[in-house]
């Protein structure tokens, strides 16, 4: 569930109107509910009950540091995959000591500074980032904690971008690989084993693909404890939410290819992974990111021009591609509705485009959606994970500002960008230049 709902035919996060906040803030205008992202992680904690565990979450889905600062307060950890990132938890008042550091492609400078700022784990992805790790951490005069990111070859049902756990995809070690990688990395003297790793892609809308990928990994995690003093297990993020219908009432329902079924409850996905997991009594991982922030936020846009071509009615908006890559990228769908409800208005089909000069900057293609005019605002909904995080200057479109509910209160969590942030780092090049 989420916090947006109509209230006399106007769309509000908790207590306030979207209105309100787009006439105070401006467009385009990231709207986000404080009681939304905690009331999930909750729920998710709730659901993981007994078994010893630990909510990383996924920075990069949202990492805006008021964001970060709610979810530091729940207690969560978080998985980075940055320096930048790891940064910007610390800067919200994140421990450094409950951060995972995943990724392909860790520099040098990245994993000293996570060796120094004293992160839970490496979850490393190939022998080479192994070597580099105990390279670095022996110059330190330091032992690094490592995981391996165990590739478990499990098709995921996602979009082909977001799916992490084939053989084909360029994350994790294969299962047949993977004991070697552990013995080289036993031999390390700059490595101590923690634990092992898994994340087989994001959107995922079946228990089924998360109950295989443990199956999978769990006689070789056996294995592994008998060998090593292994503490944790993760199993990765990638629980799906749901992009149509989210501001129906009751139980939402998740359409795929025209067939509706329910949507992957948290009940339902915890209880794939509890059992075997419970048996394997490591300390169990999560690194959610989707799940705790996507239906959290939302974009607020205003209706520039209705555009009637000859075969399309073209909405266009003052929201672009750059502010929201999803629908460009994977085909995304996020629900456009009416930040104002007319009652009795009819719908029309339209596509819905941004400003920016490419032909992929649409929110929607041929979709019916309650009629605009020009001068309305409207929402596209579940913006609030991998939205601002994936956003863009592209056409030197200033980056869009950020506001954070609760309750009846707001508050602006980034100032929207001005034309002298877009120079700023040019000039200053200049300056030393000079
Ligand atoms: N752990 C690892 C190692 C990951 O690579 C990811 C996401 C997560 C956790 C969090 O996954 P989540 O729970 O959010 O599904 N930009 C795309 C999604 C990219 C996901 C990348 N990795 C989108 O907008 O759909």
């Known amino acids: 569930m989420h916090s947006f709902h109509y209230q006399n035919n106007q769309l509000a996060c908790e207590s306030v109107r979207l209105q309100d ?46 964001v970060l600062r709610l979810l530091a307060a729940q207690g969560s950890g978080f998985d980075i995959v940055s320096g930048g990132e790891l940064y910007r938890v610390m800067q919200a008042g994140g421990d450094p000591g409950k951060c995972t550091f995943a990724g392909v492609g860790k520099t040098q400078d990245e994993i000293a500074y996570a060796l120094h700022s004293g992160i839970y784990s490496f979850n490393v992805e190939s022998e080479s980032e192994l070597r580099t790790i105990d390279n670095v951490a022996r110059t330190m005069d330091r032992k690094a904690p490592v995981a391996l990111r ?10 082909h971008y977001i799916s992490t756990g084939k053989s084909e995809n360029k994350f994790g070690i294969s299962i047949d690989r993977i004991m070697e990688a552990y013995d080289l990395a036993a031999s390390l003297p700059g490595l101590e084993i923690r634990g092992l790793q898994m994340h087989i892609g994001s959107q995922i809308t079946e228990a089924e693909p998360f109950a295989q990928a443990v199956a999978k990994v769990l006689p070789l995690a056996e294995a592994l404890k008998r060998r090593f ?19 129906e009432s009751g139980d939402a329902v998740w359409w795929h290819e025209g067939e509706a079924r329910h949507a992957l409850t948290i009940e339902q996905y915890v209880q794939a992974i509890a059992p075997p997991l419970r048996r394997l009594n490591l300390r169990v991982l999560l690194e959610p990111g989707r ?93 609030g994970a991998y939205g601002f995080s994936m956003a863009s200057t592209y056409n030197s479109r200033p980056l869009p500002a950020e506001v954070l509910v609760s309750g009846a209160e707001h508050r602006l969590i980034r100032r929207r960008q001005n034309y002298a942030d877009l120079i700023a780092a040019e000039l200053e090049a200049e300056e030393v230049e000079a």
């Open 21 to 66: 906040l787009a006439e105070s803030y401006g467009t385009p205008l990231y709207v986000y509910s404080s009681h939304t992202v905690t009331d999930h992680f909750r729920r998710l904690d709730r659901a993981l009950g007994e078994l010893a565990h630990e909510i990383c979450y996924a920075v990069k889905a949202n990492s805006n540091l008021a």
């Open 150 to 159: 165990i590739n478990p070859d499990v098709d995921p049902h996602t979009h």
């Open 291 to 383: 799940f705790l922030v996507g239906n959290a936020g939302v974009l607020l846009t205003r209706v520039l021009y209705i555009k009637r071509a000859l075969e399309k009615t073209f909405v266009i908006v003052d929201a672009g591609m750059n502010d929201l890559i999803r629908p460009a990228l994977y085909d995304g769908y996020h629900e456009i509705v009416p930040v104002c409800r007319q009652p009795g208005a009819g719908t029309e089909v339209v596509d819905v485009v941004g400003p920016v000069c490419e032909s992929g900057d649409f929110f929607a293609q041929s979709r019916e959606v309650a009629q605009v005019a020009e001068g309305d605002l409207l929402a596209l909904m579940s913006a």
């Open 229 to 247: 003093p292994l503490e944790f297990i993760s199993i990765g993020g990638g629980i799906g939410i749901v992009y149509r219908g989210s501001l």
